[in-house]
């Protein structure tokens, strides 16, 4: 099993920024990626930007001149700052890393339990 910890969040100013980091611990033999998704209620979850082994990022379309994503492979960790917030980044954020156990084949998709990100004008 793999768990994904999320931290940062809570409530910002419109127009600040923010910082959320995210923590994978337990049977990991390799993350080919990691990243964050969004999500509001009654929506599909996301991509807000997700960084692949490479140093290739995929950005959500709303996001990406405003987003900075790091990845940190030797802590299995991943940042992300998000720049002149609006009332639409108000949402659920999670962590996803695409993992690999050290006695599996493939890699799957894990996910934390999110992080609330409020917006306030």
């Known amino acids: 099993q793999v768990q994904l910890l999320e931290s940062g969040g809570g409530l910002v100013q419109a127009g600040g920024s923010l910082e959320l980091s995210c923590v994978a611990s337990g049977d990991i033999f390799s993350i080919s990626a990691m990243g964050w998704y969004r999500q509001v209620p009654g929506k599909q979850r996301r991509l807000v930007a997700m960084?692949?082994?490479?140093?290739?990022?995929n950005y959500g379309d709303s996001v990406k001149d405003r987003v900075t994503i790091s990845r940190d492979k030797n802590k299995n960790t991943v940042t992300l700052q998000m720049d002149s917030l609006t009332s639409d980044d108000t949402a659920v954020y999670y962590c996803?890393?695409?993992?690999?156990?050290?006695?599996?084949?493939?890699?799957?998709?894990?996910w934390g339990q999110g992080t609330q990100v409020t917006v306030s004008s």
């Open positions: 960084v692949h082994d490479g140093g290739r990022v």
């Open positions: 996803n890393a695409d993992v690999m156990g050290n006695s599996d084949s493939s890699f799957r998709y894990y």
